[in-house]
């Protein structure tokens, strides 16, 4: 599986960001997909994850700010980010599991500053 996420940038706080991750190679036996994300000095975290039901895990710091989505083939899931705050400051991730095995993408940055 390979994983090309897409989306980061600068952006002011309270503004917003759709990060959005594509997956090849194996595609459709994807049972979760998602982001974390490493902010300098700190460890990677969770954001979210969407599993193949449908049903979705946040960080709570992210909860009712941040919403993951996945299309119907379940190849794509995007994060849409809305009011940032400079906390979630961090390279974001990409992430999906296969049966039992797990895959990352490249980093991309998101950074909020004014």
């Known amino acids: 599986v390979q994983l090309q996420a897409s989306g980061g940038g600068l952006v002011q706080p309270g503004g917003s960001l759709r990060l959005s991750c594509a997956a090849s190679?194996?595609?459709?036996?994807?049972?979760?997909m998602g982001w974390y994300r490493q902010a300098p000095g700190n460890q990677r975290e969770l954001v979210a994850l969407i599993y193949s039901d449908g049903s979705a895990n946040y960080a709570d710091s992210v909860k009712g700010r941040f919403t993951i989505s996945r299309d119907t083939a379940k190849t794509t899931a995007d994060l849409q980010m809305n009011s940032l705050q400079p906390a979630d400051t961090a390279v974001y991730y990409c992430?999906?599991?296969?049966?039992?095995?797990?895959?990352w993408g490249q980093g991309t940055q998101v950074t909020v500053s004014s």
């Open positions: 992430y999906a599991r296969r049966y039992a095995t797990g895959y």
């Open positions: 190679g194996s595609g459709s036996s994807i049972n979760r």
